[in-house]
């Protein structure tokens, strides 16, 4: 996604920003008369993060999912509840995809290369990869009381939705500072409320999966809800003449290798935009179109052809931008 902003005349439009998850966050608000100045909202923002970080992150050894990641089979830990609460999204979101969507697979990740111990990047040895199967599955994963618990040595890595709930607790943030009119992103996911001073929405493109360039496939206007696109177009290696992305089906052990090259979803919460569009993007083409249809999930698809790209939204997406321009 790219963001598309202007401004108008009179009330100001405050733009900050810095790095966050290997990225870049960003916010844009409308600063309201008497609201707070920019350097107030980039240290609350910042401070979201790091705490999101020092919960959630898989790059550093210290955080409270690392220290877990790092304990054997059969054990337990105390977790702060944000943590619990992306475990039981998580959770849902795996057992409505049959488990194709799991918070688990970093072992795969890493042993494709794509992980955060990954050495290299190449198609695994089928023993090993068996091996590691055993090591996955959101099923081994549970909640007692205040405690994150594990029946295998399992590794958990929430970068399919940890972005997206950070996204949701700095727009809550900004409602709480009084700003109700902004444009908040994290790691490319975000959140839009209100409307700039000159009247115009806040504008999202949705971008054309190339590596290449930037090529607006469409633009939206996004008042109140999150937006997410995953794609397997950026983050991949080729071996042998055959392409292998980041985006893993657990079921299979493998990344995903249908014709859906990226997918947005449009939620209330950044969240579950995210971990919604990350579950389609798996599910591929068809089994992911009957999924949006079934729950009325927003969903706009775009899939390679022989001849390109081709797009298409379903009836959720298009109610909600029904009279905008494509």
Known sequence: MALLA?????????????PTMGSTWSV?????????????????VEAILAEVDRQMSTYRSDSDIERFNGLPAHS????????????????????????AFDLTVEPLLDLWGFGPQGRQERVPDATVLAEVRQRVGHGFLRIEGGQLCK??????????????????????????????????????????AGRKPDGAPW?????????????????????????????????????????????????????IGHTLASVTVVHPSAL???????????LGPDAGWDYAK????????????DTGFVTRSNPAFDHLFHGQPD
Do not use: W
């Open 6 to 18: 202007g401004c108008g005349a009179g009330e100001r439009v405050e733009r900050i920003a810095g």
């Open 28 to 44: 844009q608000y409308v600063r309201p008369a008497g609201g707070p100045v920019a350097s107030t909202v980039k240290a609350e």
């Open 76 to 99: 337990c830990q105390p977790m702060p509840e944000p943590v619990l609460h992306l475990v039981r999204v998580g959770e849902q979101l795996s057992r409505d995809s049959d488990g």
């Open 151 to 192: 029946d295998v040595a399992l590794h958990v890595d929430f970068n399919s939705i940890a972005a997206g709930y950070a996204v949701d607790r700095i727009a809550d943030r900004l409602a709480e500072l009084g700003i109700g009119s902004y444009l908040a992103e994290a790691t490319g996911e975000l959140k839009a």
């Open 203 to 255: 504008r999202i493109a949705l971008e054309e999966p190339r590596d290449d360039r930037q090529v607006a496939e469409r633009v939206i206007a996004v008042d109140g809800y999150g937006v997410s696109t995953s794609g397997d177009y950026r983050h991949y290696f080729e071996q042998d003449g055959q392409r292998y992305s980041h985006t893993f089906d657990a079921r299979l052990g493998r990344p």
């Open 272 to 282: 579950m935009a995210d971990g919604l569009s990350t579950l389609l993007l798996i």
């Open 294 to 305: 079934k729950h009325d999930v927003a969903a706009f698809f775009v899939m390679r052809a």
